[in-house]
């Protein structure tokens, strides 16, 4: 498979999910013109004519890139995940057809820390309770179960980027904090790793999620685990919907063994505002329920756009994959007077010296080059003294296992 170049003004970028306008004006004022928009995911069908002829895809945590999907997306170049979380994504399917998948792994973080931190304080108050019926007109003025945060333990599942940030927040608030990681972490402030996930769990009055979409942590709080989980815990998930079985906390919350949760987001999620949201737990006031919105601030969401978009200008006009989740890193400086060519193949050895027999077959004089493999690919930039010809072009595609090739300038 592979591509012709396209000017920078037909390239078709195509930005779902409600994308903040950020991104889109950074690709216009690069001169990307075909720019297309959509407030929500858009239907399989819809999607699969929208990416057709499309080079660059934007979206956020609900479009599922499928190998099936792929197959509809030959011109496809990159991927932009407008967010942390890339579980969304085939990320196997998507080095095999030589895409780049992209996203932001910070930007979003702060502000699902302090999410998380407020529904806490509110959740050991019982406040969600109280404010649904104080809204049905009942006076609940009573302290039963209302517990200030200072003294309590709170145990963080996944220590990373957010579990990290709520931590030092919770020790300002005079919380003691643990974590649990499966790897192994600094401890921040005076924070504790637990013995065990178990360990964790019978020890903490508040359990907070932040993991990845994993195997290992698919259903990770199932009814073994609730069960280990000390009578009026508070539980909070703003991982994934995958993390916490939900009729397991059906089952918690129904014999009260805990007090309350907050839970942003679900195994199965509406693809847009318009549909119904559907959960057995929309009949408990004690739980805080949020529409995947732990990262939905204005701050998180314009700076992403601009991080993710930058990112996919990047790949588009000199070829840097610098912090691709599924592809070999490579940033190559841009060479002034060069001419650059990206190469993208099956990672298989001699490949790079087709490449290079075809330069000096053709008296193509090269000034810099980089190849780095990542498991299934190689991805190889060469700066060259001369413009490509055609001719040499098509000699760089037609290389057994070539998976895509570019001319960049
Ligand atoms: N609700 C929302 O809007 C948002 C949700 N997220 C979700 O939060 C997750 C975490 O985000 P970050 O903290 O930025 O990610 P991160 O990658 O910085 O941290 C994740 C941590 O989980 C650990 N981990 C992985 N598997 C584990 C397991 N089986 N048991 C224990 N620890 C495990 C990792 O070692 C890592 O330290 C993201 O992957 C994403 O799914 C992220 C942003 C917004
Ligand atoms: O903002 C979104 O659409 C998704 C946020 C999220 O879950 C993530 O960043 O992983």
């Known amino acids: ?168 927040l919770a020790e300002n608030l005079g919380m003691n904090v643990q974590y649990y990681d499966i790897e192994n972490k600094l401890a921040l402030g005076n924070a504790k790793p637990a013995d065990s996930y178990h360990a964790l769990l019978q020890t903490s009055d508040v359990v907070t999620f932040h993991v990845p979409e994993t195997p290992q942590t698919q259903n990770m709080m199932d009814s073994e685990a609730f069960s280990q989980l000390k009578q009026g815990a508070i539980l909070l998930n703003a991982s994934r919907g995958t993390v916490v079985d939900i009729e397991s906390l059906v089952n918690a919350l129904t014999n009260r063994q805990i007090l309350g949760a907050a839970i942003d987001v679900y195994p199965v999620e509406p693809k847009s505002n318009q549909e119904t949201f559907i959960s057995p737990l929309r009949e408990f006031d004690n739980v805080i329920l949020t529409p995947h919105i732990g990262g939905s601030t204005k701050e998180a969401q314009a700076n992403i756009g601009i991080e993710v978009a930058e990112k996919l200008l990047k790949y588009s006009q000199n070829g840097s994959t610098i912090s691709a989740v599924n592809f070999p890193e490579v940033g190559l400086p841009s060479h002034e007077g060069k001419h650059r060519i990206c190469h993208i193949h099956q990672n298989e050895p001699g490949i790079l010296a087709k490449i290079n027999d075809i330069f000096s077959a053709n008296r193509v004089n090269i000034s810099a080059q980089y190849l780095q493999t990542d498991g299934g690919v190689g991805y190889v930039v060469t700066d060259i003294d001369q413009t490509s010809s055609e001719q040499v072009f098509e000699a760089l595609q037609k290389i057994p296992k070539t998976i895509r090739a570019r001319i960049l300038y």
């Open 1 to 168: 498979m592979s591509i012709e170049s396209v000017t920078q003004d037909k390239l078709k970028i195509v930005l779902l999910e409600g994308i903040h306008a950020s991104a889109e004006k950074l690709f216009r004022d690069n001169g990307f013109l075909n720019v297309i928009t959509a407030n929500k995911s858009l239907p399989e069908e819809e999607l699969r004519q929208i990416l057709k002829d499309a080079h660059y895809l934007g979206i956020r945590s609900r479009t599922q890139v499928t190998p099936e999907l792929l197959e509809y997306c030959d011109n496809l170049e990159a991927i932009g995940c407008f967010c942390i979380g890339t579980n969304q994504v085939n990320l196997l399917a998507t080095q095999q057809r030589g895409i780049p998948v992209f996203n932001a792994p910070f930007a979003n973080t702060r502000s699902v820390a302090e999410l998380v931190l407020g529904e806490m304080i509110l959740l050991l108050r019982g406040i969600p309770a109280k404010n649904a019926a104080a809204h049905r007109g009942e006076w609940q003025k009573s302290a039963t179960d209302s517990y200030e945060t200072r003294g309590k333990t709170l145990g963080i599942v996944g220590y990373g980027h957010i579990g990290t940030q709520i931590g030092i």
